[in-house]
């Protein structure tokens, strides 16, 4: 059964704008993970917050966990058109799930 | 320096057919995964496998056979061909948990685009 829901499903913004992504999960996790995928290509892994941790940054990249609520939201600060692309949450608690996606669509 | 490499890149094929796609991973991992991505994206896992072991399998068509030579190769094997197959395969990698409980990071291949005609 699917994990993850990321939401909105599509994000269309101009390059210096900030992009926000939502995830919610079902189940016990150990950790959230984000990753992107650019068209044709595969996923790469962007970040990972653990179960304990609240927020965590890297570099235009800011995530957070509100195991609570069963979400996670990430953050592109200053959004660069080579940002658009799919972002994928995955989260689990041995294996991953990943969920839907959300196409980001960044125009010069 | 490919990480984790497939063959073939894209995979054309006429219904009914057999076919292979391959993965070979370069990081040491002990773990591999095949998974299927549709039409709207959605990422499925299809096998996960663990020092050449059976770990998950999640319902496959049992037309679908994952082999495993050896640690860094996991290759999928497709029997009789159908239309609903069509899709991209991605197969991903991972080391074993550490000293902070799984999942692992999972680094993906480039993706098999499979077309079933």
């Known amino acids: 059964s699917q994990q993850g829901e990321e939401d909105p499903q599509a994000l269309s913004i101009q390059e210096g704008e900030n992009a926000t992504m939502n995830c919610s999960y079902k189940t016990s996790i150990n950790n959230l993970q984000w990753y992107r995928q650019n068209s044709g290509r595969g996923l790469v892994h962007l970040i990972l917050i653990r179960s304990n941790e609240r927020e965590k940054h890297s570099g235009r990249l800011r995530v957070t966990l509100d195991t609570s609520k069963k979400s996670s939201s990430l953050l592109i600060t200053a959004s660069r058109a080579a940002d658009t692309a799919s972002y994928f949450c995955?989260?689990?608690?041995?294996?991953?799930?990943f969920g839907k996606g959300t196409m980001l669509l960044v125009s010069p | 320096d490919t990480a984790v490499s497939q063959t073939p890149k894209y995979l054309v094929t006429q219904m009914g057919n057999d076919k292979s796609i391959k993965c070979e991973q370069n990081l040491g991992h002990d773990t591999m995964y095949w998974y299927k991505q549709d039409s709207k994206k959605f990422l499925k896992i299809m096998f996960s496998?663990?020092?050449?072991?059976?770990?998950i399998n999640e319902t496959v068509p049992n037309r679908f056979s994952p082999k495993s030579p050896d640690k860094a190769h996991l290759n999928l094997h497709i029997n009789s061909l159908e239309l609903g197959d069509s899709a991209v395969y991605f197969c991903?990698?991972?080391?074993?948990?550490?000293?902070?409980?799984?999942?692992?990071?999972?680094?993906f291949g480039p993706g098999t685009r499979l077309l079933v005609l």
């Open positions: 496998y663990n020092n050449k072991e059976l770990i």
């Open positions: 991903a990698s991972s080391r074993p948990p550490r000293r902070t409980p799984p999942p692992e990071t999972q680094y």
């Open positions: 995955a989260s689990g608690y041995s294996t991953l799930t």
